[in-house]
C-alpha cells in the first residue's frame, strides 16, 4: 500500500475486555514495530518484527499484551483483559530492513479508550 | 541511562515568525538523531536524520543542527505557517541496530 495502514483509528472498550490492533505495514517492508504513545509521553518500544526471525519482545509491559506478525504482512497487537492505564494511542511502524539509519514510517495510530 | 530531553514543552508563536526548538541527549553509543513532525491524530513524519559527522541538515524551512560534543539538537523553523502546528519529536538512534530513543515533544502552535 502508500503508507502504513491501522485500523480500527479508535476503539473504546471496556475495562477487564480483550482488544486487537490490526496494522498493515508498506509493501516490501520487511521490519515492522509497535509502539505506545500515553498522553504526554514519548513514545515506548512495546515490539519488532523483522522478517522470520523471532520478534523482539522485550519492550511488552505485562503477559497481557501479545502480538503477531505472519511473514511480512499484517500484524497484530492483542491485549488481554485491558486495563486503565492501557488507555493510548497504539503506533505501528515499518521499514525496509532493521539498521540503524533506516527511516520508520509510522500509521496514524489506534487510539484505545478503556472505561 | 538513555535520555532524550527537549525543550520547551510547548510554545506559540505568530505566523511568519521563526522558532528554535532544543533537543538534549544521553544516549551512547550514539548512532543518529532524527527530528519528527506529529499532527495531532497522526503519525510522526520524518523530517531529518542526522549522524555523528553531520552538523546540519535542511528539508525546506526545517533545519536541524547537532552539536555531537555536548549531545544537544536544535531545530529550526523559518517563517512559520499555520500547517507547522504540530508537535516536534527528537529520536536518538542507539547502536548498531538502531534501538529509537524518543523524546517527549515540543507542542508548537502557530497563531494568525
Known amino acids: 500500500g502508500a503508507g502504513v495502514s491501522q485500523s480500527p483509528s479508535n476503539k473504546v472498550t471496556e475495562k477487564g475486555k480483550d482488544v486487537e490492533l490490526r496494522c498493515d505495514p508498506i509493501?516490501?517492508?520487511?521490519?515492522l514495530y509497535w509502539y505506545r504513545q500515553r498522553l504526554g509521553q514519548g513514545l515506548e518500544f512495546l515490539i519488532y518484527?523483522?522478517?522470520?526471525?523471532?520478534?523482539?519482545k522485550s519492550g511488552l509491559p505485562s503477559d497481557r499484551f501479545s502480538a503477531e506478525r505472519t511473514g511480512e504482512s499484517v500484524s497484530t497487537l492483542t491485549i488481554q483483559r485491558t486495563q486503565q492505564e492501557d488507555s493510548a494511542v497504539y503506533l505501528c511502524?515499518?521499514?525496509?530492513?532493521?539498521?540503524?539509519?533506516?527511516?520508520?514510517?509510522f500509521g496514524s495510530g489506534t487510539q484505545l479508550s478503556v472505561l | 541511562k538513555n535520555q532524550v530531553e527537549q525543550s520547551p514543552q510547548s510554545l506559540i508563536i505568530l505566523e511568519g515568525k521563526n522558532c528554535t526548538l532544543q533537543?538534549?541527549?544521553?544516549?551512547?553509543?550514539?548512532?543518529?538523531l532524527r527530528w519528527y513532525k506529529q499532527d495531532t491524530g497522526r503519525g510522526p513524519v520524518s523530517l531529518t536524520i542526522?549522524?555523528?559527522?553531520?552538523n546540519t541538515k535542511s528539508n525546506g524551512r526545517y533545519t536541524a543542527t547537532l552539536d555531537a560534543d555536548t549531545k544537544q539538537s536544535s531545530l529550526h523553523i523559518t517563517a512559520s505557517q499555520l500547517s507547522d502546528s504540530a508537535s516536534y519529536i527528537c529520536?536518538?538512534?542507539?547502536?548498531?541496530?538502531?534501538?529509537?530513543?524518543f523524546g517527549k515533544g515540543t507542542k508548537l502552535s502557530v497563531k494568525p
Open positions: 511502524a515499518s521499514s525496509l530492513v532493521r539498521s540503524a539509519n533506516e527511516k520508520l514510517f
Open positions: 509493501s516490501g517492508h520487511t521490519a
Open positions: 518484527f523483522q522478517g522470520n526471525s523471532a520478534p523482539d
Open positions: 533537543c538534549n541527549y544521553t544516549v551512547s553509543p550514539f548512532s543518529n
Open positions: 542526522m549522524t555523528f559527522s553531520e
Open positions: 529520536v536518538v538512534s542507539e547502536g548498531s541496530q538502531g534501538n529509537l530513543i
